[in-house]
């Protein structure tokens, strides 16, 4: 049994150790808000947080996840979930919709951290987040809208 700690809960699960996070998540937990999508950490729309650090759970084995705090889409709660979430509305960021567990768990990280992103703070934060819809530019500024809220 591996014991984790997922949005605040304890959960244990009887998974192979090598089994990666995402699959714990979604097949064994039914938590599926965090995505599949390239499998090798690519696209990012499996990120979750590992204590506050946006990781991408498609290739973090389970053990490597025990004893850690994991935030899902599901769990997400704060000052800056709540400011990401509205910017996102606000701005009508999502298009299809698949990538935007990923791209708003890496912008809730960023906006936690820092409040006045530039342009290239954002990119790199959102690196390797795949939109397939090109909705860049409304996911910066919905960013870039959700650092003024946190600075509010």
Not at 7 to 34: C, H, I, K, S
Not at 58 to 79: F, H, M, R, S
Not at 108 to 135: H, K, Y
């Amino acid at each position: 049994m591996i014991r984790l700690n997922i949005n605040g809960q304890e959960r244990e699960v009887d998974v192979p150790a090598d089994m990666p996070l995402l699959w714990v998540l979604r097949d064994e937990l039914n938590m599926t808000g965090t995505k599949f999508g390239c499998g090798i950490a690519q696209c990012g729309a499996c990120t979750v947080h590992i204590d506050g650090t946006p990781t991408r759970s498609c290739v973090t084995p389970v053990e490597a996840a025990a004893g850690t705090a994991i935030t899902t889409i599901e769990g997400v709660q704060g000052k800056a979930a709540q400011a990401v979430q509205a910017a996102w509305q606000k701005m009508d960021v999502v298009q299809c919709g698949y990538c935007q567990s990923g791209q708003i768990m890496s912008a809730i990280a960023l906006v936690a951290e820092n409040q006045n992103p530039s342009d290239e703070d954002i990119d790199a934060a959102m690196d390797g987040n795949v939109c397939r819809c090109a909705t860049y530019q409304r996911i910066r500024a919905a960013v870039k809208d959700a650092a003024k809220t946190m600075r509010a």
